[in-house]
């Protein structure tokens, strides 16, 4: 059977905006579909994790504009930003809002979502691999497994300001008790306050992977236990952006061939 043409690239259309997942920085790792928004866009909204080489795809004569939005550091404040999309849309733009990772988990796209339908903008949304998946397969192990992993939680460690955020305790009993790997985003920065609720209901013991730029030449590991979070963190100058992966499933990592530039701890 032949394969099915791919979709014309008119489905990206001036005064339309695009929520592009940039994946984990690999640009090998986009899909089709997100190459053809940004190939297609005449304005780019940037995010700081978004690789040089996904924005090799982008139209020389595209307006790239950088807004920098990296966790834990100063950014392009995200009213700012919705208000950029609006403008730029509504001039006649197709513009692409390219996020690293996927923009629906932990990328804030939802609100953006909300905000271009309520001015009634089209919108779309393009996803992209996130890094806890790329992160932990870039390692050789699954995140779920049917002898040691029934499932799957991503979860932020950065609460909203007057939020208390995630109760990590509560998430380690319903972790223990179903079976489930945790996968963590910009958690580095509240390491100690992480390690110590879990380990109200997960064993010291628990295998635990710190994962700092993933799928990048210079990403970097470090394969430890609960108990020893915040101490590996310290000890192997590691910060973000990173993951952190906590189940049963990290105890692959030790039987992978690992790259020269990656380190391997054990507690």
């Known amino acids: 059977m032949n394969p099915q043409p791919m979709p014309s690239p008119s489905e990206f259309l001036p005064g339309t905006v695009a929520l592009v997942g940039a994946g984990p920085g690999d640009p090998e790792l986009l899909t089709l579909k997100a190459v053809k928004a940004i190939s ?40 700012f930003i919705e208000k950029l999309m609006v403008m730029a849309a509504r001039e006649g733009e197709m513009v692409v809002r390219l996020k690293g990772g996927d923009p629906f988990i932990f990328g804030r796209g939802g609100e953006e979502v909300e905000h271009l339908r309520a001015a009634g903008i089209e919108v779309q949304v393009v996803n992209g691999i996130t890094s806890g998946l790329a992160g932990l397969t870039s390692l050789g192990v ?8 029934h499932g799957v939680v991503f979860v932020t460690g950065h609460a909203k300001p007057g939020d208390a955020g995630t109760d990590w305790q509560a998430l380690a009993a319903t972790a223990r008790d179903a079976k489930l790997t945790l996968v963590i985003y910009m958690g580095v920065s509240s390491a100690a306050q992480i390690e110590q609720d879990l380990l109200t209901g997960l064993p010291a013991a628990t295998p635990l992977a710190i994962i700092q730029h993933a799928t990048l030449p210079h990403q970097r590991h470090a394969v430890t236990t609960l108990g020893q979070l915040r101490a590996t963190i310290e000890h192997e100058s590691l910060g973000s952006p990173a993951v952190i992966v906590v189940g049963d499933v990290v105890s692959g990592i ?14």
Not at 254 to 264: F, H, K, L, R, S
Request: glycine share 6%; proline share 6%; aromatic share 0%.
């Open 254 to 267: 030790a039987a992978v061939q690992t790259a020269p530039e990656a380190i391997v701890r054990s507690a």
């Open 40 to 79: 297609a866009a005449t304005v780019l909204l940037v995010d700081d994790l978004v690789s040089e080489g996904v924005l090799a795809h982008a139209s020389p004569r595209a307006r790239i504009v950088h807004v920098g939005k990296r966790g834990g550091c100063k950014s392009t404040p995200q009213a």
């Open 142 to 149: 699954p995140m779920t497994h049917r002898e040691h992993a």
